[in-house]
């Protein structure tokens, strides 16, 4: 079991910067595949990143390669979202995820954190 929990959301204007966090609790943190995604109102939830168990490899969504990047800390148990040159179009609630083997679905993870608004002005 994994529980997830994210936090570092907020406003920002167009061109800013936020980090995203999510503290994972669990002693079988260590196994899993990382991830974030994202809901914007009136869309589907839509992948941003995912990260190996070892941080090693980072896989992006096109929208967001290049501005945003995704690594976790094992010792702390902590996965972050740095993303810089922010659009409003980045608006959404964001959601930190777990799951066994990467994938860019939904559906594959197991564990979802509760979500946290970020919202770009422009």
């Known amino acids: 079991q994994v529980q997830l929990v994210e936090s570092g959301g907020g406003l920002v204007q167009a061109g800013g910067s936020l980090r995203l966090s999510c503290a994972a609790s669990?002693?079988?943190?260590?196994?899993?595949?990382m991830g974030w995604f994202r809901q914007a109102p009136g869309k589907e939830r839509e992948f941003v990143a995912h990260?190996?168990?070892?941080?090693?490899?980072?896989t992006y969504a096109d929208s967001v390669k290049g501005r945003f990047t995704i690594s976790r800390d094992i010792i702390r148990n902590t996965v972050y979202l740095q993303m810089n040159s922010l659009k409003p179009e980045d608006t959404a609630v964001y959601y930190c995820?777990?799951?066994?083997?990467?994938?860019?679905?939904?559906?594959?993870?197991?564990?979802w954190g509760q979500g946290t608004q970020v919202t770009v002005s422009s």
């Open positions: 995820v777990a799951t066994d083997v990467p994938s860019r679905s939904s559906h594959e993870y197991d564990y």
């Open positions: 669990g002693r079988t943190f260590r196994r899993y595949v």
């Open positions: 990260i190996s168990w070892s941080g090693g490899g980072t």
